[in-house]
């Protein structure tokens, strides 16, 4: 918004930090668990490997003259690798149920929520304006149609109740005050 001239590879950027930070979201509780469990000397000798090798392939990417871009594609891959990793260290740890998991919160977060609203926000993407207005205004479309929709697809009837009682019991406490 500042920029007079938009850097190259800014939009690419973006995106692969946004899809980063949401695998991100999804791996935090797994650290959370692996380190509340304790004895995590093996399972950060593993992570810590994998997060090394983007050095080396950073570099072999910029020697190589590829695009800056392939350095954060290869990060969130490693990301997933390491989520896999956490996902398994904590079946052998907890029995984590791992099919559950994925049924319940994978598929449903990586797949379903995401083939809903994307096409819709890309429809509406083409037809609003640009500049700080068009950011604004896509900003807020994409909360009112992502939030109600991960609420009837990402949660479970348990999960959308609770959330109910959450939010009537905060409203009941704040008309109290």
Same mark, same amino acid.
């Given at each position: 918004l500042w920029l007079k !001239?938009?850097?190259?590879?800014?939009?690419?950027? =973006?995106?692969?930090i946004l899809i980063s930070q949401m695998e991100a979201a999804l791996s935090s509780p797994?650290?959370?668990?692996?380190h509340a469990i304790g004895n995590i000397k093996r399972y950060q000798l593993v992570l810590v490997c994998f997060n090394l090798s983007i050095l080396p392939v950073s570099w072999m990417i910029m020697t190589k003259g590829l695009e800056p871009y392939w !350095?954060?594609?290869y990060q969130i891959v490693m990301n997933v690798f390491i989520f896999i990793? @956490?996902?398994i260290y904590l079946n052998k740890k907890i029995n984590f149920p791992i099919s559950s998991f994925v049924k319940d919160v994978v598929?449903? =977060?990586l797949f379903f929520i995401p083939t809903i609203t994307i096409p819709i926000l890309y429809t509406i993407h083409r037809v609003t304006p640009t500049g700080f207005v068009g950011i604004v205004l896509m900003c807020i479309i994409s909360v009112i149609l992502v939030c109600p929709t991960f609420i009837?697809?990402?949660l479970s009837k348990n999960e @959308? !109740?609770?959330?109910y009682n959450m939010v009537r019991n905060k409203i009941q406490v704040g008309n109290h005050v």
């Open positions: !001239i938009v850097p190259d590879y800014a939009e690419v950027f =973006c995106i692969l797994f650290w959370m668990a692996a !350095i954060l594609s990793y @956490r996902v598929v449903k =977060c009837a697809i990402g @959308r !109740i609770a959330l």
